[in-house]
C-alpha cells in the first residue's frame, strides 16, 4: 500500500483526466469552460505532489531511489525532476487552452488526452523495466497523434497528425524490434537487470543491432535529424497549444527514455551510441538552424530552432561527464519553459488574426502577422521576445544558465571542437530569432491594438517566471539538476 | 559609504524602466537626463572618495549567487575601471542635452535603451566575476542593436545585424576562454571561483603553455573584436556610421574591450606559454590598426565613416600601448580609452549635426560652412585638433606617452606609427579645409547653425579635453597605480 503512495502525482493526474471525462458528458457546452480549470487544478495538485517527492528523496547530500512494482518502476531524482517538466508544460498548456477550447464541442476530450498523455510521460521517466517504458511511450505517443489532428477541418493539422501518426507507429515498431533485441541477448526487460549483465550484450554483434534500432526509434521522438521529418509539419499544423505540449513536452519524453536505456542499461555500449550520438547531435543542431533562418511562418521557424535544441542536449549524450549530464538535463527544462512560451505566445497570434479574419488566414503564424506585434499585443511580444532571447542564450535567462553550464562541460571534457560547433550555431540562431524581434517591434503594425486573452496571458506568465527565475537564481535548478544526473553516473 | 558600485549599475537601470513608460518626448529626454545626471552624481562620489594612490580594489562589494559554480556577485572599483566610469558618467548626460530637440519615434524607448547602456557598460567596469562580467558584457549588445536598427541610417538592419551577430560571436569564443580558466584552475586548486582576479592569479600556476595560450587567445579575441583591432573590424564603420548620433556616442563610450584587455589579458601575458610572442603580435596588431585606419580614413567621402576609421587607427594606441608594456605605456594606453571617448564625443555630435543641418554628409558636398555654423565650427575644430594629437589636448597625452614609452621595448612599431602621425594629420585638416573652410557650397541652401543645447553639450565636453590637455594627473594618477601593479608582476618573471 504504501509503494502506491509514490504515484500520487500520477494518480491525481489520471483521476482528474477521468472526471473531466465524464462531467463533459453531462455539462452544457456552455459550462464546458469549467473542464479547463478543472485540469489546471488537477495539474497544479499533481505538481505540488510532485515537488513534495522531490524534497523527499533529495534529503542529504545524496539523492535516495525507491524501486516499486517489482522493480518496474524506479521513483528517483531524475524520474521526479522530468515529471516537473512534463506537469509545467501540461499546466502552461493547460492554462492556455482554457482559451483555445472556448467554443469547441470537445473540450473534454481534449483535457483528457492531455492528462492522459502527461500521464504517460510521467511513467516514461520512472520506467525501470522495457516493457512499462514501451507501453507508456505508446501511451503517450497515441494520446499526442490523437491531440495534433484536434481540429477536424484543418487540412494542414491533419496534414501533421497522419505524418506524427505513421512515422511515429514505424518508429515505435523499430523501437520494439530494438528492445526485443535486448531481450533475446540479455533474457530480460528489466533496466537493471540488463546493465548487470551487459557482457551478454558486448560480446554478442545483436547488441549493435539493438543500438542502432533503438536509436532510430528515440530519435524520432527526439526530432533528431535524420528522423525529424515529421517535426516541422507537425508543429505548425498541430493548434499551437498542441505543439507546445509536443515541442517542450514529448519531446522530452525520448530524452528521459533515452537517459535510461542508453547510459543505464546500455552503459556497456557507450563507445558505439556516444559516437552516435556525437554525429546525430552536431548535424541536428547545425541542419535546425541552417533550416530556421529560410522559414517564414513562425511555428514552422520554432520547429527547426526546436530541432537545435535537442541537438544541444544531445550534447550531454556526446560528453557523458558528470556536469554535461547536470547541463543536458537542466537544458531540458530551461527548454520546457522557452519552447512552450514561445508556442503560446504563437497561438495568441494565431488567435488574434483568426478573431479578426483579416491578414494571411491560410498561415495564420506567418511572420507578417508578427508585425508590430509590440504595439498591437505588448505582452505577447515583450515574452515571445524574452523566449527567443532565452533560446538563443542570451544572459541572464533559462537558456544561458543551461547553456553555460552545458557548453562549458565540453571544455572540461576537451571537446573543444563540439563547442565551438555549438557557439556558432549559437551566434547562427541570433539571426532568426533577432528577426522575429525585429518584425515585433520595429515594422509598424497592421492593426488595431487588441487584448490579449486572460488564459494566453497568465499561460505566458507562467513560462515568463520559469526563464526568468533560472536565469537569475539558478542555484536550485543547478542542484536538482545535479542530483538528477548522479542517478545515471 | 554608499556601495556606489552597485547603485552605478541600479541608477540608471530603475531610471530607464521609467522613462520606457513615459510619453512624450520631453518627458523622455528629461527623465533620461535626470538619470544620467543622478548617475553622475554617484560617480562624482565614489571620484572624490576615490584613494588614487594604491592599486587595491575600492568600494568593493561580494554576495554569493550560485554557491554550486563558485559564482559571486561581487563588484568593485579601481584605477582601471574608475576612469572610464567617469567618462560614460560625464559624456552620457551631455549626449542626451545633445539630442534632446531632436525629433524622433518612441523617444521613451530610446532614452531608456541609453540609460539601459549606460547601467550595462558600468556593470562591465565594475564586475569582478566572470560571470557577473560576462553577463553585462552580453546586455550591452541588446541596447545597441536596438539603437541602430530603430533609429539609425538607410543601411541600418545590414549594420545591426552585422555588429550584433560579429561581437556575439567575438564573445562566445570569450566564453569558451573563461570556460577553460575556471576547469583549469578547478583542477589545479580543486576550488569552484568565477573571480576574476583569482583566475588571473591562478592562471600563472597552469601546467600546459598550449593551454594557456589557448586561453589566453580565446579570451583576447573577445577583447580585440570589441575594441576593435585590424582585422576584426569591419563591423565598426558600418554600426559607426549608420547609428543615430547618440549611438555613435554609445559606441564610443563602450570601451569594454580596452578595459578587458587592461583587467583580465594584460596581467595574464606574462605568463602564457610564449610571452614574447604574444607582445609581438599586439604590437603588430596595434601599429598596423594605428596606420590602416588611417589611410582607411584618408580616403572615406562619408565624414562619420571617415571618424570611424579613426576611431581605429586611435584604438590602435590602446593596443600598442599595452605592448609596450611598461607602467607608464600602459597608462598611456589606459588614457588614450579615456581621452579618445571624450574626443570622439565632440567629433560624432559635429558629424551629427552637420547632417541634420545640411542633410549630407559626404565631405564634397560641404563646403564653407563656417560661414553658417560658426558655433559649431569653433567646437569640431577642438575635437578635431585634439584628435590628430595636437599639444595641450589630451590626444597628444596619450599619444606622447604610448609613443614614448613603448618606443624602448618596440622600436619598430613605434616607427611604424609615427608614419601614421602625418596621415592623421593629413586627413584631418584635409576634411576640415573641405566641409568647413573655403567657399559656400550654395547648393546647400540656408544652413541653420547648432542649437543652443547642443553648443553647450559640445563646449563642455570640448572644455574637458583641453582641461585634461592641459592638467592630466587627475585622470592619470589613477591608472599609474594600476599600471604599475600589471608590469611589477611581468617585473618578476624577467619578461
Known amino acids: 500500500m504504501d509503494e502506491i503512495m509514490y504515484l500520487a502525482p500520477e494518480i491525481v493526474l489520471v483521476a482528474t483526466g477521468l472526471v473531466v471525462l465524464m462531467a463533459g458528458v453531462f455539462l452544457s457546452p456552455r459550462s464546458k469552460n469549467v473542464l479547463g480549470y478543472l485540469a489546471t487544478l488537477g495539474i497544479l495538485a499533481a505538481l505540488v505532489l510532485t515537488v513534495r517527492s522531490f524534497g523527499l528523496l533529495t534529503m542529504g547530500e545524496f539523492s535516495v531511489g525507491y524501486s516499486i512494482f517489482s522493480e518496474t518502476l524506479s521513483i528517483d531524482a531524475l524520474s521526479q525532476f522530468f515529471k516537473l517538466v512534463f506537469l509545467t508544460v501540461a499546466l502552461i498548456v493547460s492554462i492556455a487552452s482554457i482559451k483555445y477550447t472556448e467554443n469547441s464541442d470537445h473540450t473534454e476530450e481534449f483535457y483528457t488526452l492531455v492528462l492522459f498523455a502527461t500521464f504517460g510521460m510521467m511513467i516514461v521517466s520512472s520506467a525501470n523495466d522495457l516493457i512499462v517504458l514501451f507501453c507508456a511511450f505508446e501511451l503517450a505517443s497515441l494520446a499526442t497523434y490523437a491531440l495534433a489532428g484536434y481540429e477536424k477541418q484543418n487540412a494542414r493539422s491533419l496534414e501533421g497528425a497522419m505524418k506524427y501518426f505513421v512515422i511515429g507507429s514505424v518508429s515505435g515498431a523499430l523501437m520494439l524490434f530494438g528492445i526485443s533485441f535486448v531481450y533475446g541477448a540479455t533474457g530480460t526487460t528489466s533496466i537493471p537487470t540488463i546493465a548487470a549483465n551487459s557482457a551478454l550484450l558486448t560480446q554478442n554483434p545483436i547488441g549493435l543491432v539493438a543500438v542502432v534500432l533503438l536509436i532510430a526509434g528515440f530519435g524520432f521522438k527526439m526530432a533528431l535529424v535524420p528522423f525529424h521529418m515529421w517535426a516541422p509539419d507537425t508543429y505548425q499544423g498541430s493548434p499551437s497549444v498542441v505543439s507546445a505540449l509536443l515541442a517542450a513536452g514529448s519531446k522530452k519524453m525520448g530524452f528521459v527514455a533515452a537517459f535510461r536505456i542508453f547510459i543505464v542499461a546500455l552503459a556497456a555500449l557507450q563507445p558505439d551510441w556516444q559516437f552516435a550520438f556525437t554525429i546525430l547531435a552536431v548535424v541536428t543542431m547545425t541542419f535546425g538552424n541552417v533550416v530556421a533562418v529560410a522559414q517564414t511562418s513562425v511555428k514552422r521557424m520554432l520547429a527547426y530552432s526546436s530541432l537545435a535544441q535537442a541537438g544541444y542536449i544531445a550534447m550531454a549524450f556526446a560528453v557523458m561527464t558528470p556536469v554535461a549530464l547536470t547541463g543536458g538535463i537542466m537544458y531540458a527544462l530551461a527548454h520546457a519553459f522557452m519552447k512552450a512560451g514561445a508556442f503560446i505566445a504563437a497561438a495568441a497570434v494565431v488567435w488574434m488574426v483568426a478573431s479578426e479574419r483579416t491578414g494571411n488566414l491560410d498561415i495564420p503564424d506567418h511572420l507578417d502577422s508578427f508585425r508590430g506585434l509590440g504595439k498591437r499585443m505588448p505582452l505577447a511580444a515583450l515574452s515571445m521576445t524574452i523566449f527567443v532571447f532565452a533560446l538563443a542564450g542570451i544572459p541572464p535567462t533559462a537558456g544561458f544558465m543551461a547553456k553555460f553550464v552545458l557548453f562549458s562541460s565540453t571544455i572540461q571534457a576537451g571537446m573543444t571542437w563540439l563547442a565551438v560547433i555549438a557557439i556558432l550555431n549559437s551566434a547562427l540562431s541570433l539571426f532568426y530569432y533577432a528577426r522575429l524581434v525585429k518584425y515585433m517591434y520595429f515594422l509598424p503594425p497592421e492593426g488595431k491594438k487588441v487584448s490579449i486573452p486572460f488564459p494566453y496571458a497568465a499561460a505566458l506568465l507562467v513560462a515568463v517566471a520559469g526563464v526568468l527565475a533560472m536565469g537569475l537564481w539558478p542555484e536550485p535548478f543547478v542542484e536538482l539538476a545535479m542530483k538528477a544526473a548522479m542517478v545515471l553516473v | ?495
Open chain 2, 1 to 495: 559609504m554608499l556601495p556606489v558600485a552597485s547603485l552605478l549599475i541600479l541608477v540608471p537601470l530603475i531610471f530607464a524602466v521609467v522613462t520606457f513608460f513615459t510619453k512624450t518626448k520631453d518627458q523622455a529626454a528629461g527623465l533620461g537626463f535626470l538619470g544620467s545626471l543622478a548617475t553622475l552624481g554617484l560617480t562624482l562620489y565614489a571620484y572624490l572618495n576615490f584613494d588614487s594612490s594604491t592599486a587595491a580594489m575600492q568600494f568593493y562589494e561580494s554576495v554569493k549567487w550560485i554557491p554550486f559554480l563558485g559564482v559571486n556577485y561581487s563588484v568593485g572599483i579601481d584605477g582601471i575601471s574608475m576612469p572610464l566610469i567617469l567618462l560614460n558618467a560625464i559624456v552620457i548626460p551631455f549626449m542626451i542635452l545633445f539630442s534632446w530637440k531632436e525629433d524622433r519615434e518612441a523617444p521613451n524607448r530610446f532614452y531608456g535603451l541609453i540609460l539601459t547602456m549606460q547601467a550595462a557598460v558600468i556593470g562591465v567596469f565594475v564586475a569582478l566575476d566572470f560571470v557577473v562580467f560576462y553577463i553585462f558584457w552580453e546586455l550591452t549588445l541588446v541596447p545597441l542593436f536596438f539603437i541602430v536598427n530603430i533609429w539609425g541610417g538607410e543601411k541600418r538592419a545590414h549594420a545591426s545585424y552585422k555588429f550584433f551577430i560579429y561581437t556575439h560571436v567575438a564573445s562566445l569564443v570569450m566564453l569558451l576562454g573563461i570556460f577553460g580558466l575556471f576547469y583549469a584552475s578547478l583542477n589545479q586548486t580543486g576550488v569552484a571561483t568565477f573571480d576574476i582576479r583569482e583566475l588571473v592569479t591562478q592562471f600563472q600556476f597552469f601546467e600546459s603553455g598550449l593551454m594557456k595560450d589557448g586561453i589566453f587567445l580565446a579570451i583576447l579575441f573577445g577583447f580585440l573584436a570589441k575594441l576593435p583591432t585590424f582585422p576584426f573590424h569591419s563591423w565598426l564603420p558600418d554600426a559607426y556610421s549608420e547609428a543615430p548620433t547618440a549611438g555613435s556616442v554609445l559606441f564610443i563610450l563602450l570601451k569594454i574591450g580596452g578595459y578587458g584587455l587592461f583587467r583580465i589579458s594584460l596581467p595574464m601575458l606574462p605568463n602564457t606559454g610564449n610571452p614574447d610572442l604574444m607582445i609581438m603580435m599586439l604590437g603588430l596588431l596595434g601599429s598596423f590598426s594605428i596606420v590602416y585606419g588611417a589611410l582607411l580614413a584618408l580616403r572615406q567621402k562619408d565624414l562619420k565613416r571617415m571618424i570611424a576609421y579613426s576611431s581605429l587607427s586611435h584604438m590602435g594606441y590602446v593596443i600598442l600601448g599595452s605592448a609596450g608594456f611598461v607602467a607608464l605605456s600602459v597608462s598611456g594606453a589606459m588614457f588614450q580609452q579615456f581621452s579618445h571617448g571624450l574626443i570622439m564625443s565632440v567629433l560624432f555630435m559635429s558629424a551629427g549635426a552637420i547632417q541634420t543641418s545640411t542633410g549630407t554628409r559626404i565631405i564634397n558636398n560641404l563646403g564653407g560652412l563656417a560661414k553658417k555654423m560658426p558655433m559649431l565650427t569653433v567646437v569640431m575644430m577642438v575635437g578635431f585638433m585634439a584628435s590628430l594629437g595636437l599639444p595641450g589636448l589630451t590626444g597628444f597625452v596619450a599619444e606622447f606617452l604610448v609613443l614614448t614609452f613603448t618606443f624602448t621595448n618596440l622600436p619598430g612599431f613605434v616607427l611604424l606609427a609615427l608614419l601614421a602621425i602625418v596621415i592623421t594629420a593629413g586627413y584631418h585638416l584635409w576634411a576640415m579645409q573641405r566641409a568647413m573652410f573655403g567657399v559656400y557650397n550654395e547648393k546647400l541652401g540656408d544652413v541653420k547653425d547648432i542649437n543652443s543645447l547642443q553648443v553647450f553639450s559640445m563646449a563642455v565636453i570640448a572644455l574637458l579635453v583641453l582641461y585634461f590637455g592641459l592638467n592630466p594627473s587627475p585622470v592619470l594618477d589613477m591608472m599609474i597605480k594600476n599600471s604599475e601593479a600589471i608590469v611589477s608582476l611581468a617585473a618578476v618573471l624577467g619578461v
